[in-house]
């Protein structure tokens, strides 16, 4: 399904990923975690060519793209099968929550405006917004403004939908109405990958846990093997500070 080969990133003089090997299959929900600065969110805008590696491959279905010399028909055609939901939810502030949806079915899929509004409007009622297609986002909290986002991934009906800290600009009354709509999502089998510093989130959502640190994979596993199990000491240490009833001995 998703397949990334020997993915490298460096921003000057920093190397920020090296030499990453991560397949995802159809229908998993892969969380990754790790330190800020580990590479999680530069390994997630690689995939759909926000950030452009310096070497390696990468695979979306039947898609497979040069890191370091894609073609620009390539790269449309890999962002054709990916969505993503940003921190910042990244809105128009002149369109309403409607509009917003439809914008990347209309413009970027070309499908016709009646159409996409129906689409738009099954999506914004999926993640409970079915009152609110005609709010602007200055009329919305911020856990709505997010779920206009992932309305407007679900929207795109990709392969696979890439979440960036999803909630990490909310309030934290506001995380849970987030995460619900997450897990409903998930347990729907749409494919996933997520960065995110919600442990038991991640913990209840994920069908595979990844730990980055360093620009590498640490390790991988289940849920409950890297929760409870971790082999490596850097994943210890790390649960350890993020979750301070761990009792790991390190």
């Given at each position: 399904m998703i397949a990334l080969e020997k993915i490298s990133k460096s921003f000057g003089k920093h190397e920020v990923l090296k030499q990453i090997d991560l397949s995802v299959d159809k229908g998993e929900v892969v969380v990754i975690l790790g330190p800020?600065?580990?590479?999680?969110?530069?390994?997630?805008?690689?995939?759909?060519?926000?950030?452009?590696?310096?070497?390696?491959?990468?695979?979306?279905?039947?898609?497979?793209?040069?890191?370091?010399?894609?073609?620009?028909?390539?790269?449309?055609?890999?962002?054709?099968q990916t969505a993503m939901v940003f921190q910042q939810y990244n809105l128009f502030k002149h369109k309403t929550a409607l509009e917003n949806v439809m914008e990347g079915l209309t413009v970027v899929r070309r499908i016709p405006r009646s159409e996409a509004e129906e689409i738009s409007t099954r999506m914004l009622q999926k993640v409970g917004l079915g009152e609110k297609l005609n709010h602007y986002p200055s009329q919305l909290s911020g856990g709505q403004q997010q779920r206009v986002g992932i309305a407007r991934a679900l929207a795109l009906n990709p392969e696979v939908i890439l979440f960036d800290e999803p909630t990490s600009a909310l309030d934290p009354e506001l995380v849970g109405e987030v995460l619900e709509v997450i897990r409903r999502i998930a347990e729907e089998g749409i494919t996933m990958i997520i960065v995110t510093h919600e442990m038991g989130f991640a913990r209840d959502v994920a069908s595979r846990v990844v730990f980055m640190d360093g620009g590498v994979v640490v390790e991988q596993g289940k849920p409950d093997e890297i929760f409870q199990r971790p082999r490596e000491e850097r994943t210890k240490q790390f649960l350890r500070r993020i979750t301070p009833e761990a009792n790991y001995s390190i």
């Open positions: 800020s600065g580990s590479g999680k969110t530069t390994l997630l805008r690689c995939i759909n060519y926000l950030e452009r590696p310096d070497q390696g491959q990468i695979q979306v279905g039947k898609h497979k793209v040069s890191g370091k010399h894609p073609s620009r028909h390539d790269i449309h055609q890999l962002r054709q």
